[in-house]
C-alpha cells in the first residue's frame, strides 16, 4: 500500500505568495541533507527528465548554489540561490534567481524569497515552502510557467532518492 503523503500547493493573490507543503518518508536530518548538499540536489533538484548539476555551492549564511537544470539535449537552465539565513535541521531563507552560466541575475524574470521550513510529522518529515515575490505580476508568471507541475515532478524524484538513499 502507498502512503498517501501530504502536498500543498497555495497561491496567495493578495501576498504574492506561494505555499508549498509536502511531506515525505524520512526523517527530518535526511530531508535537510538532500535539500542543502549538492551531491544530494543534483540528484533530484528538477523535474523530469531534466538533471541538475551544480556549479558552486557554498551553504552558509552568506552562501550560494549556482545550478543548472539540464535537458537531455544539452539545453541548461541557469539559476542563482543566495543564502540569507540559515538554522540548521529547522529552515533556511534564501533569494532565488534566474541567471546565466556566469552567476550573473536574469533581471527579466522574477526573483523571490524563500522560506524552507523542515518539521516532523510523525515518523515522516514535512517541508513547508513559502516563496514571497515582488508582485502579482511576478507570481503569475512562474504559474505559468509551470510552477506547480514543475514542484510535483521535482518532489517525486525526491521521494525516489529518499527510498534509494533511505
Not at 548538499?37 to 523535474?47: D, G, I, Q, T, V
Not at 543548472?68 to 532565488?96: C, H, N, Q, S
Not at 505580476?137 to 517525486?156: C, F, P, R, W, Y
Amino acid at each position: 500500500m502507498t502512503p498517501v503523503l501530504q502536498f500543498d500547493f497555495i497561491a496567495d493573490k493578495e501576498k504574492n505568495t506561494l505555499t508549498i507543503r509536502r511531506e515525505f518518508l524520512a526523517g527530518r536530518q535526511l530531508v535537510w541533507d538532500c535539500y542543502t548538499k549538492s551531491e544530494l540536489l543534483n540528484r533530484w533538484f528538477a523535474p523530469k527528465p531534466l538533471t541538475t548539476k551544480t556549479k558552486s555551492m557554498d551553504f552558509r549564511e552568506g552562501g550560494h548554489w549556482h545550478y543548472a537544470m539540464v535537458e537531455p539535449g544539452g539545453t541548461e537552465y541557469w539559476g542563482l540561490t543566495e543564502y540569507l539565513k540559515i538554522k540548521p535541521i529547522d529552515y533556511y531563507t534564501a533569494l532565488d534567481a534566474f541567471s546565466n552560466a556566469e552567476g550573473e541575475i536574469n533581471k527579466d524574470l522574477p526573483r523571490a524569497k524563500w522560506l524552507v521550513t523542515f518539521s516532523d510529522k510523525s515518523k515522516n518529515t514535512l517541508v513547508e515552502t513559502v516563496v514571497t515575490y515582488h508582485s502579482l505580476s511576478d507570481l503569475e508568471q512562474v504559474i505559468n510557467m509551470g510552477m506547480k507541475q514543475g514542484m510535483i515532478a521535482t518532489l517525486e524524484k525526491l521521494d525516489e532518492l529518499l527510498l534509494e538513499i533511505n
